[in-house]
């Protein structure tokens, strides 16, 4: 009988984590590592560029991986919003 040990990833997936790195400005909620092995379990992708996440840039996990961009994406869309979108402010 195989047993699923998913108690865990469920403790990981339940919890509200935000993160945001910027290489220079970092900022978490919880536990960076943490954040590595659920995206690395449940083999998260960019959701901008579709590739597998080496570096994280931004991620958001509630109930489940709610959205995950790779750093290259993130500096991407920050460099689109400044330049061509302007700023919302």
Excluded: P, Q, W
């Amino acid at each position: 009988m195989v047993r699923e040990r998913g108690s865990s990833l469920k403790v990981l997936k339940e919890r509200k984590i935000r993160f945001l790195n910027l290489g220079s400005l970092k900022y978490y909620e919880g536990s960076e590592s943490e954040l590595k092995i659920l995206l690395s379990v449940t083999r998260a992708k960019c959701h901008l560029c579709g590739g597998r996440v080496e570096e994280v840039g931004y991620a958001r996990v509630g109930n489940g991986i709610e959205l995950v961009l790779c750093r290259k994406c993130l500096r991407d869309y920050i460099e689109y919003v400044l330049g061509e979108g302007g700023c919302r402010c």
